[in-house]
């Protein structure tokens, strides 16, 4: 426990721990100003206090982490977990939310590395001014590393993040300690009368104060999606023990230091350390924002591996970074596609400030998505009393949806950008989703019943010795493949496997239940080969168990057989909109090919191609 309470401090809690860095600064000097006195001090804290509180300790902590999904969290694991206790159309309905959380996580994987970057380096305006010039270069080179280094993976690296993110915690405690030591009058922020007395001064500052307090919060989802790392208990032990009461000293001393010195507002979280302090403090916390960045950078990694397996995206390159850990990976496409978005955002913005306009939104959406299907959690699955689960959903989402119309107002100011991304990103989801439904239908429609093929033709055919292997996409019928090598070559091996994989709704499954055999007849066997969401495919090393019935699949002996379609978009046929017809013909063709992706000998692959109309 104590080794997973270190390493879930340094990979679960960068995003939010590195928030001190900003989101005192924004509310008060931010898109809506706020006078630096008393009242909006106590005020914003306050509303800081009860958001970590509300969001982080009682919606995700004590209930959010207790939806896991054979141990797994995030949006994936608790739309699979709720699917199977709902009928078909709110089962649709959850599929679109889970889907639409996945598409704004890309919006808050962009953005975090280049707030919490160039947050850090702006630090170093206040040891000399003269550096401002070179706080975007530096913060570019800093990026570049970051995504360069993700090739060669992170197990190395990440045995240092524990340690340093606990460094980072305990020094934000120290700066609040001596900080409220001279201002112990700031320890009044808990009280929720300090929230609630801005809100009666000043309702409209107060409202849009709110889109810059939820930056305290950003980050919270991370507990939840993490939770299969390192576990529920080790999570809530580092958020309780030691997290959440750092964050809160932290940003109690930056409130006490406004109250001695208005002036600091510029940038609290650096003024509050004494000069000779100032630029150790600038290389701890800009090791701690690479830190937060490459955790959400490996979240990117993890959501993308689960959406091409649940079969919302085509097959992406997937190289293994760890012999150990079979969840260390890396993913080129997506790497370098974040890191193009990281960096216009970092040039286009240039400052934190203006970059803080366009945080929140897409995460707040997420946050939303997660109370909506919490609800059917606790009615549907858990059935909780009627009473106590009204209640807690209605708590959380009157929060969720207080932050989430404070921030609209963000969208103007920069907003927008994350919310076009999440739109873009939802659309290729949802296109690559219905066009395999699609082009299944289309295959399925012409294929020809399994025994019927096998009475007519089996026996008249021209057997070969070994084992050949027809990869199919249903249970059903005969693959195309199969009927395109018998029309080109004319002879069938002695022994057939009609193969098909399956993805459960499941984070993972058990050895035993992994392969599935049912001998139909003349040397054919139909196979099905079950995996969770979360695991590898490996075809040829959980095949193997199939000798048990007698059939040999040496893998330098089997053959593997795979469909290849080409499609055609095409007016006349009833499908999608011709655009996006087109766009899931082009990821289509972009995918990885399956003799990489099911980890196929090279020497052992044949492929065979059709044209399709869709």
């Not at 959406?365 to 059917?376: D, E, Q, S």
Request: hydrophobic residues 55%; contains cysteine.
């Amino acid at each position: 426990l104590p080794v997973l309470i270190v390493g879930a401090i340094g990979v679960v809690f960068g995003d939010i721990g590195t928030s001190p860095l900003y989101a005192m600064k924004e509310s008060f000097i931010g898109p809506h100003p706020l006078a630096v006195d008393p009242l909006h001090i106590f005020g914003v804290i306050s509303l800081i206090f009860w958001s970590l509180m509300l969001i982080v300790t009682l919606k995700y902590v004590f209930v959010a982490m207790h939806a896991d999904n054979r141990g797994e969290g995030g949006s994936f694991a608790l739309l699979a977990l709720i699917s199977s206790h709902v009928g078909e159309r709110r089962k649709a309905m959850l599929m679109v939310l889970g889907v639409l959380a996945a598409a704004l996580f890309y919006g808050d994987a962009m953005l975090t590395p280049a707030i919490s970057v160039l947050s850090a380096v702006e630090g170093l305006t206040l040891v000399e001014t003269q550096l401002q010039p070179l706080v975007v270069p530096i913060a570019v080179l800093i990026l570049l590393g970051l995504f360069f280094m993700q090739s060669r993976g992170t197990a190395r690296v990440g045995a240092l993040f524990g340690p340093i993110v606990s460094v980072y915690f305990v020094v934000l405690a120290a700066l609040g300690v001596v900080n409220i030591a001279a201002h112990p009058e700031i320890l009044a922020c808990f009280s929720p009368t300090w929230a609630v007395e801005f809100f009666r001064h000043d309702p409209r500052m107060a409202f849009l104060a709110m889109g810059s307090v939820f930056l305290a919060v950003t980050g919270a989802e991370t507990l939840y999606a993490d939770m299969g790392h390192f576990g529920r208990k080790a999570i809530g032990i580092s958020w309780l023990i030691l997290v959440f009461p750092c964050l809160m000293l932290n940003y109690m001393g930056q409130g006490a230091l406004l109250l001695a010195n208005p002036a600091a507002v510029e940038n609290p979280f650096y003024l509050m350390a004494p000069d000779w302090a100032r630029l150790p403090l600038i290389g701890l916390a800009t090791c701690a924002t690479i830190i937060a960045s490459q955790a959400v950078i490996t979240g990117a990694f993890s959501v993308t591996h689960q959406a091409i397996q649940l079969g919302f995206l085509p097959r992406l390159k997937i190289l293994h970074t760890s012999e150990k850990a079979a969840g260390q990976i890396y993913m080129p496409a997506i790497n370098w596609g974040l890191l193009i978005m990281v960096l216009v955002l970092v040039l286009g913005f240039r400052e934190s400030t203006r970059l803080a306009s366009a945080y929140g939104i897409s995460v707040v959406g997420t946050m939303l998505i997660t109370t909506a299907m919490l609800a059917f959690l606790l009615f549907k699955v858990w059935r909780w009393n009627r009473w106590a689960a009204s209640a807690t959903i209605a708590m959380f989402a009157v929060v969720d949806i207080a932050f989430f119309l404070s921030n609209i107002a963000k969208i103007a100011d920069g907003g927008w950008v994350p919310l076009l991304v999440a739109g873009a990103i939802f659309t290729v989801l949802t296109t690559w989703a219905k066009g395999r439904s699609l082009l299944r239908d289309q295959l399925q429609a012409d294929a020809v019943p399994l025994e019927i093929f096998v009475r007519s033709t089996a026996a008249s055919v021209h057997r070969v010795k070994g084992t050949s292997v027809f990869l199919s996409a249903a249970r059903e019928g005969v693959p195309p493949a199969l009927l395109h090598n018998l029309k080109h070559n004319q002879v069938l091996h002695e022994n057939v496997v009609l193969l098909t994989v399956e993805i459960a709704e499941t984070p993972r499954i058990e050895p035993g239940e992994r392969l599935e055999v049912e001998e139909v007849g003349q040397g054919f066997h139909r196979a099905i080969l079950h995996y969770g969401f979360t695991e590898e495919i490996d075809i040829p090393r959980d095949l193997a168990p199939i000798a048990q019935r007698g059939i040999a699949v040496d893998p330098m002996k089997t053959s593997y057989f795979l469909g290849r379609q080409k499609l055609i978009a095409a007016k006349e046929v009833a499908g999608m909109a011709l655009w996006r017809e087109r766009l899931f013909a082009w990821m289509l063709k972009a995918s990885e090919s399956a003799m990489d992706y099911y980890r196929l000998p090279a020497n052992r692959v044949v492929e065979l191609g059709s044209q399709l109309k869709i």
